[in-house]
């Protein structure tokens, strides 16, 4: 009879244990990155792939890792208008995103941008390494819950700190950050400890490279805890699993830019585990966009097509963007005359200015003659601020020198070109000394260069690479930073201009040398 009673208690026990269990959940995870302003015919491409996956998967986790704000005209149109839904709330919501983590591209217009669409949607914003200096607090939600049944899933949102450079002073100045491992060690830890999630996801903006120095690669190598993880930010596919010194295999997936594919993967999740059972990167640039999306956003997208059609002014000739490779070009012009034009009214004005900086990207499309505003947003394709920079003639040597040798690699070029007005200067076909560019005065003379705000903050490696410059070696040296954005600039100084005639100075030529250092 005890014998018996102790079998019947061990059945009630185990039976108890069993209720207690929660089901195992099988999820499915699609992730998005770098859309840089692709929301209308790719978004639709996009909301296609969403809702076939959804039909049979059931009900997706569905995230975004930053860089949407930028890049389109679209989303000029809808950082500047603020008469109706935003375009990325219009996507967002439509397709029910479950967080949004932000890219550096979307503060290149402050902070309102992203409350306003937080605001629009409800969805959360997530980001656990940027602090609000005037409260001390995160500002936005450093991780959000997602439930997917029985499953509890966390998701921790990060931002390379190194990426903030180029975005407005005003709004560098009103944050604090912290760098990616302490944050995530911080974050996982405490998520763990008080959430107890079944998954955690760790979502950050910031690339994945193979390289030993890689932060992403040694948060997953050095931090327990996370199941998954998403990277963003430099524009490769990545599908792959770092081994973590705790022996657990943790999947890391990138995608390309513009909705050319996203990351899909799935897990059984429940019981505070996840099991990951596939991760691929899925393309989608071939599905054909889903038409009741294009119906949602028409009347906007229409309001989008009329906005960017309008003419500014008339120019004489045609611009060819590949003109300044070589050689002084019509494209670089207008840029440099606006830019002097601005700044000799302008702050930097109190300070001397010697000469100017433009970014001329060489994969654009020409134009002329009656120019809309959709041509100039090719030709600055960033919300992009304008910097005076304090630099010797020997270190404008150096940082041209990187520049061009990256235009002038003929594996790898680069597609886009620095050109430099208001300092002689000439570019050799080879390296000689070390140098490719020469510039015919003393070395320690100092220059007063603007420039965009992005190159400014050693946007495109220039300063770190050529000169070893730190952040702070950065900041020492720029003295003035402008509160309106590049293009604005642009586009005020060629408003309404009955006919702009170019006339290229010769400041620069490109010369050949024979042999090389």
Not at 390 to 404: F, G, V
Not at 470 to 478: A, Y
Request: hydrophobic share 40%; aromatic share 8%; proline share 3%.
């Amino acid at each position: 009879m005890k014998k018996l009673f102790s079998i019947l208690i061990a059945v009630l026990i185990s039976a108890s244990a069993l209720m207690g269990k929660g089901r195992i959940e099988n999820i499915t995870i699609v992730a998005t990155a770098d859309m840089h302003g692709q929301l209308r015919i790719r978004g639709a491409r996009l909301s296609t792939f969403v809702a076939r996956t959804r039909a049979t998967d059931g009900d997706i986790i569905l995230i975004d890792l930053g860089d949407y704000l930028q890049g389109t005209i679209a989303c000029h149109y809808s950082n500047l208008e603020n008469t109706g839904l935003h375009g990325f709330s219009r996507l967002f919501g439509y397709l029910h995103y479950d967080a949004l983590i932000p890219g550096n591209h979307d503060f290149e217009m402050g902070r309102k941008p992203l409350e306003r669409i937080a605001s629009e949607t409800g969805i959360p914003i997530i980001c656990a390494n940027i602090n609000d200096k005037a409260t001390g607090k995160t500002l936005h939600n450093p991780y959000t819950i997602i439930n997917r049944g029985d499953a509890k899933v966390a998701v921790l949102g990060l931002l390379s700190p190194e990426t903030l450079a180029g975005t407005p002073s005003a709004f560098r100045k009103s944050i604090e950050t912290t760098g990616l491992l302490e944050s995530a060690r911080y974050w996982v830890e405490k998520i763990r400890k008080e959430e107890k999630p079944d998954m955690l996801i760790l979502a950050v903006h910031d690339g994945f490279e193979g390289s030993e120095d890689n932060v992403v690669k040694q948060i997953l190598e050095q931090v327990d805890g996370i199941d998954l993880c998403f990277a963003a930010h430099t524009h490769i596919t990545v599908n792959t699993v770092v081994h973590s010194n705790y022996g657990k295999d943790v999947p890391v997936l990138e995608t390309e830019p513009r909705l050319v594919e996203v990351a899909l993967v799935k897990a059984a999740v429940g019981n505070g585990k996840t099991a990951i059972k596939s991760h691929e990167i899925a393309e989608i640039y071939r599905e054909e966009g889903e038409q009741a999306y294009l119906d949602y956003i028409k009347e906007y997208s229409d309001n989008v097509d009329r906005f960017g059609s309008e003419p500014i002014c008339h120019i004489d000739g045609m611009m060819d963007p590949t003109d300044v490779l070589r050689g002084p070009s019509r494209w670089a012009t207008l840029m440099h005359e606006a830019i002097n034009s601005w700044a000799a009214t302008s702050g930097a004005a109190n300070y001397g200015i010697d000469a100017s900086l433009a970014t001329v990207f060489t994969e654009k499309k020409a134009f002329g003659n009656d120019v809309k505003f959709v041509d100039y947003l090719q030709m600055v394709p960033y919300d992009d601020q304008i910097c005076l920079v304090e630099l010797s003639a020997e270190e404008l040597e150096m940082i041209m020198t990187y520049n061009y040798d990256k235009v002038m690699n003929t594996d790898t070029p680069r597609y886009y070109c620095d050109d430099l007005y208001g300092v002689n200067y000439t570019v050799l076909s080879n390296k000689v000394n070390d140098r490719r560019v020469i510039i015919n005065e003393p070395k320690d003379r100092k220059y007063h260069v603007l420039m965009s705000s992005f190159r400014a903050h050693d946007g495109g490696n220039a300063f770190s690479s050529a000169l070893g410059w730190t952040s702070e070696d950065l900041e020492e040296r720029v003295i003035w930073e402008s509160d309106i954005s590049l293009i604005d600039i642009i586009i005020s100084y060629c408003h309404g201009k009955d006919n702009i005639v170019l006339n290229p100075k010769p400041y620069w030529s490109i010369t050949e040398v024979n042999g090389s250092n």
